[in-house]
């Protein structure tokens, strides 16, 4: 859930796009479980995402952190390498 439902909802918000069953199932995780997966779960902000067009985000997965130099997101590069590790 935190690794792969929470990014996919956040990015989703990010771009305006609705994601109402699989926030549902988040919420029902962590009800389930007593997690709260919005607090651990990779968001973009922790990602180091928030803000980027579909297109740089693209670009940054496909290119890596050369896409992250080129694209002058040089101060979120240490967010994105926390996120991943």
Not at 19 to 45: F, N
Request: proline letters at 7%.
């Amino acid at each position: 859930v935190p690794t792969s439902l929470v990014p996919i909802a956040s990015i989703g918000e990010m771009l305006g796009i609705p994601t109402p069953t699989i926030k549902s199932i988040i919420h029902l995780a962590s009800v389930a479980l007593g997690v709260d997966y919005w607090e651990q779960g990779r968001t973009v902000g922790k990602l180091g995402i928030k803000g980027l067009s579909v297109r740089e985000i693209r670009r940054l997965a496909l290119e890596g952190p050369r896409a992250v130099r080129t694209l002058k997101l040089v101060p979120q590069t240490e967010e994105l390498h926390a996120a991943t590790a």
